[in-house]
């Protein structure tokens, strides 16, 4: 029978620990492993030379330790860097390791509608894929429709471990609310609205659903549900502010404070200043003439929230997601083509003060509308409609986008996807760019019988319906600068 002394530890065979490695290089390794020595041995052992190898290499192995443990730390608290690997990496480690990123930026909940998590991946407005360009092509016109690349930049919404501290709170909101009246077209409204959630932010506010002042212009009474979906708006913001749909009865009879009176490029600072005890005393704060008022130099966990809103939160509601799909299918089916926005509506001539370039009668016709509502004339009163289009101010005519289009290399055969609403003079106005482009295209020409009915006379559900047409071109062309411009660009922190 074996005696006990001679069976093996198991834990003897296992590969050493990291920590033990670490000792095991080390020169003291001899204090632990040493083989049995005779008294006088031990004797020779503590040596002045022994003992400053001793401490220095345990001097050594703590600084190690510590630098370890700061990394550590650091690596945890700042975000990480955002990764220029292409979405579609089949590796899958970079994989999971985006999905554990965009976790923490915007806490993935549970989407009703289709079973999935409604994280920031999923929630993008992605345009169709792009098409090949083939045919006979001379050089100019390849370069005229080739796509720029992306220089491997993408969108980075990994916000810092203070702004995911506070989110804790600040998504649980239910004493102070903030209230937005949106006005004007659906660009300025998806400014405001976009702007709302910051401030809300920013006040540390519950959000109750933005409300759309009826335009006088164009007579749309669309509410936000018509135009934007709900459900996503809140589900994406959930982790960054309490998004309501509306008052609870708690605050219906509260003193409501209506601020429309804001200056311009106001800061985190100013808002918080001017509104922050003000709103923790009423419990309700209602702005109005939101638009373009908050600064646009933003601290950096603000502005990704500003980009999380424009690009991921604000979704179209299903109708209008799916028919604008249907018509840029319907455009991309042929191949590619061209968006221009163009601003040609009566509105836009009675605004700007600029000559239409359709002769003298148009022009006493904008003329006379602009001297009976002068309030609808932007800005710079004292300049002449001369002045005013020599300075850049004044959207292109029918002709202008003619000569700039064929300068850019744009082939007479392309065909072009007219965003915008009715043309002041119809075709008229629209002659002089037919005959250099004559494959041009509408909505009402796309749309089947029936399709657009529901959104006669909302301004907004058309102009939705645009973007997403413009959204999947393969190029766009604004006439004048504005906001359906700036709402193409793609947000990259």
Not at 259 to 275: C, G, M
Request: proline share 6%; with cysteine.
């Amino acid at each position: 029978m074996a005696r006990a002394r001679n069976i093996k530890n198991s834990f003897i065979t296992q590969t050493p620990s990291p920590l033990f490695q670490l000792f095991s290089i080390s020169p003291f390794t001899s204090l632990f492993l040493s083989p049995k020595k005779s008294p006088r041995s031990h004797q020779r052992l503590f040596t002045s030379q022994n003992f400053a190898i001793f401490f220095l290499s345990l001097l050594l192995t703590f600084t190690f330790l510590g630098v370890s443990v700061l990394n550590f730390i650091q690596s945890y608290q700042d975000p990480p860097p955002c990764s220029l690997i292409s979405p579609s990496s089949q590796n899958p480690l970079s994989s999971n390791s985006a999905m554990l990123f965009a976790s923490l930026a915007s806490s993935n909940t549970y989407n009703e509608d289709d079973h999935e998590p409604a994280g920031l991946a999923n929630s993008v407005l992605v345009p169709l894929p792009a098409q090949l360009v083939a045919g006979n092509l001379s050089k100019e016109e390849r370069e005229f429709w080739q796509q720029p690349g992306s220089e491997g930049y993408k969108p980075c919404l990994d916000f810092s471990l203070a702004y995911r501290r506070k989110s804790a709170k600040i998504s649980k909101e239910k004493r102070k609310f903030f209230v937005v009246v949106a006005s004007g077209g659906l660009n300025q409204q998806r400014n405001q609205i976009v702007d709302a959630v910051v401030i809300a932010r920013i006040l540390e506010a519950a959000l109750v659903v933005p409300l759309l002042q009826v335009n006088l212009i164009w007579g749309d009474e669309s509410e936000f549900s018509d135009i934007f979906n709900v459900k996503h708006f809140k589900r994406t913001l959930q982790a960054d502010v309490r998004v309501v749909s509306s008052l609870p009865s708690t605050h219906l009879m509260s003193r409501q404070s209506i601020e429309n009176q804001l200056p311009y490029n106001i800061s985190p600072f100013w808002i918080r200043a001017r509104f922050f005890k003000q709103l923790n005393e009423e419990g309700v704060l209602v702005l109005k003439g939101l638009d373009s008022k908050l600064s646009k130099n933003l601290p950096p966990d603000l502005q990704k929230l500003r980009c999380k809103v424009a690009f991921h939160a604000l979704r179209f509601a299903a109708p209008i997601q799916e028919l604008g799909n249907r018509l840029a299918r319907r455009m991309w089916i042929e191949g590619p083509y061209i968006a221009l926005h163009l601003r040609m509506e009566k509105d836009v001539w009675v605004r700007t003060g600029c000559l239409t370039g359709l002769g003298l009668e148009y022009d006493e016709i904008i003329a006379k509308i602009r001297e009976s509502q002068p309030e609808y004339l932007t800005g710079k009163l004292n300049m002449s409609h001369i002045q005013r289009r020599l300075a850049g101010l004044c959207p292109l005519t029918a002709s202008e986008i003619a000569r700039f289009l064929k300068a850019l290399g744009a082939p007479s055969s392309a065909r072009i996807y007219i965003a915008g609403g009715e043309p002041f003079g119809g075709h008229q106005a629209l002659q002089p760019l037919a005959a250099e482009f004559p494959n041009l295209v509408t909505k009402e020409m796309l749309a089947q019988e029936g399709e657009l009915s529901p959104y006669v006379n909302r301004s907004s559900s058309l102009a939705a319906i645009d973007y997403i047409v413009s959204l999947n071109s393969n190029v766009f062309v604004p006439s004048h600068g504005g906001n359906m411009g700036r709402a193409m660009q793609v947000c990259v922190i």
